[in-house]
């Protein structure tokens, strides 16, 4: 019997998928699979955005790896959409792996931590969405009303635990690093 944790895991399974679709994007179609590399996006942020909920309403309660692994997983898409737009030419080579490189040692030296991992998506997320704005506005608009949206449905979660969670992230990784 299919229980809604399953169902959760699906969701983000997706999200695994889409690093490679991205990836292909970027190699078959380049500058052209921009629209098609923004609604990928928003379909990760999609599934991300319900899986949890969805995982937390189960009536079966249990730790997959898929589950315990999301912020890996979300982590991954932005890489696959930085990898998107490297092969798109939209970022230089160099660039995006100097930005890359840096982080894969952020990450070895103290783990993968929800704060920092939020601060490695960010710049991707926005590169993009400027981009996308700049590039084809019908769908770098999309992109801003679907965070305006999402925002706007789970207020004022994103302004009472997203955000102070994020800094409260950080203070206790800057905190750790003084020891």
Same mark, same amino acid.
């Given at each position: 019997?299919?229980? *809604?944790?399953?169902?959760?895991?699906?969701?983000?399974?997706?999200?695994?998928?889409?690093?490679?679709?991205?990836?292909?994007?970027?190699?078959?179609?380049?500058?052209? /699979?921009? +629209?098609? &590399?923004?609604?990928?996006?928003?379909?990760?942020?999609?599934?991300?955005?319900?899986?949890?909920?969805?995982?937390?309403?189960?009536?079966?309660?249990?730790?997959?790896?898929?589950?315990?692994?999301?912020?890996?997983?979300?982590? &991954?898409? *932005?890489? /696959?959409?930085?990898?998107?737009?490297?092969?798109?030419?939209?970022?230089?080579?160099?660039?995006?792996?100097?930005?890359? %490189?840096?982080?894969?040692?952020?990450?070895?030296?103290?783990?993968?931590?929800?704060?920092?991992?939020?601060?490695?998506?960010? +710049?991707?997320? /926005? #590169?993009?969405? #400027?981009?996308?704005?700049?590039?084809?506005?019908?769908? /770098?608009?999309?992109?801003?009303?679907?965070?305006?949206?999402?925002?706007?449905?789970?207020? +004022?979660?994103?302004?009472?635990? %997203?955000?102070?969670?994020?800094?409260?992230?950080?203070? *206790?990784?800057?905190?750790?690093?003084?020891?």
């Amino acid at each position: 019997m299919l229980v *809604a944790k399953q169902v959760a895991d699906f969701l983000t399974l997706t999200r695994v998928l889409l690093v490679f679709i991205l990836i292909w994007l970027g190699l078959s179609q380049g500058v052209d /699979g921009l +629209p098609a &590399a923004a609604l990928l996006l928003m379909l990760s942020w999609t599934t991300d955005a319900l899986d949890g909920p969805i995982a937390r309403r189960s009536r079966v309660q249990y730790h997959t790896w898929l589950g315990d692994h999301d912020l890996e997983v979300d982590m &991954a898409v *932005a890489a /696959g959409l930085l990898a998107y737009m490297i092969l798109s030419g939209f970022v230089n080579t160099l660039i995006g792996a100097v930005y890359a %490189v840096a982080w894969v040692l952020v990450f070895l030296r103290w783990g993968v931590l929800r704060s920092p991992g939020m601060l490695f998506q960010a +710049p991707i997320y /926005g #590169w993009f969405i #400027w981009l996308a704005l700049t590039r084809d506005p019908l769908y /770098g608009g999309l992109m801003v009303i679907w965070i305006l949206c999402a925002i706007a449905i789970t207020w +004022p979660r994103f302004p009472n635990e %997203v955000i102070p969670g994020f800094l409260a992230g950080m203070r *206790a990784l800057n905190e750790w690093h003084k020891r």
